[in-house]
C-alpha cells in the first residue's frame, strides 16, 4: 500500500499554469500504475491523465489534451501533473491515485486505483 500526498493546488485566473505534485511513500512507486482524477463540486470524480508502470501509456481525458502533462520522478518517488492554459472548467480537487498491483495495464477507471491521495484544490477563476 502506499500514501499519497498531493500538493501544488491554488487559485490562478485563466489562461495560468499550475503544477501539481504527488509525493508517495512506502511502497515501490515506479512499479504502479498511476492516475490524476479530479472532482468538481456536485460532479462524480472524472479521469484527467494516467501513466503505465514503464511510462510507455500516458492516456488523457479529451478536455486537456494539448493542455496537461503528466511525468513523474522516480528519485523523488514523485508524480507530476503540469496544467497550461487553465479553463474555469478545469476547477476541482485534483487527486492522484495509484493501484496496488505492479505492473498491470494503465486504466482510466477510479475503481481500479485502491490508494489515494487526500485531494489538493485547483480554482480558475475567469
Known amino acids: 500500500q502506499v500514501q499519497l500526498v498531493e500538493s501544488g493546488g491554488g487559485s490562478v485566473q485563466a489562461g495560468g499554469s499550475l503544477r501539481l505534485s504527488c509525493a508517495a511513500s512506502?511502497?515501490?512507486?515506479?512499479?504502479?500504475?498511476k492516475a490524476w482524477f479530479r472532482q468538481a463540486p456536485g460532479k462524480e470524480r472524472e479521469f484527467v491523465a494516467a501513466?503505465?508502470?514503464?511510462?510507455?501509456?500516458?492516456p488523457y481525458t479529451d478536455s486537456v489534451k494539448g493542455r496537461f502533462t503528466i511525468s513523474r520522478d522516480n528519485a523523488k518517488n514523485t508524480l507530476y501533473l503540469k496544467m497550461n492554459s487553465l479553463k474555469p472548467e478545469d476547477t476541482a480537487v485534483y487527486y492522484c491515485?495509484?493501484?496496488?498491483?505492479?505492473?498491470?495495464?494503465?486504466?482510466?477507471?477510479?475503481?481500479?486505483?485502491?490508494?489515494w491521495g487526500q485531494g489538493t484544490q485547483v480554482t480558475v477563476s475567469s
Open positions: 491515485a495509484a493501484q496496488r498491483s505492479a505492473y498491470r495495464s494503465v486504466s482510466t477507471r477510479a475503481h481500479e486505483y485502491g490508494d
Open positions: 512506502g511502497g515501490t512507486f515506479s512499479t504502479y500504475p
Open positions: 501513466m503505465s508502470w514503464n511510462t510507455g501509456n500516458t
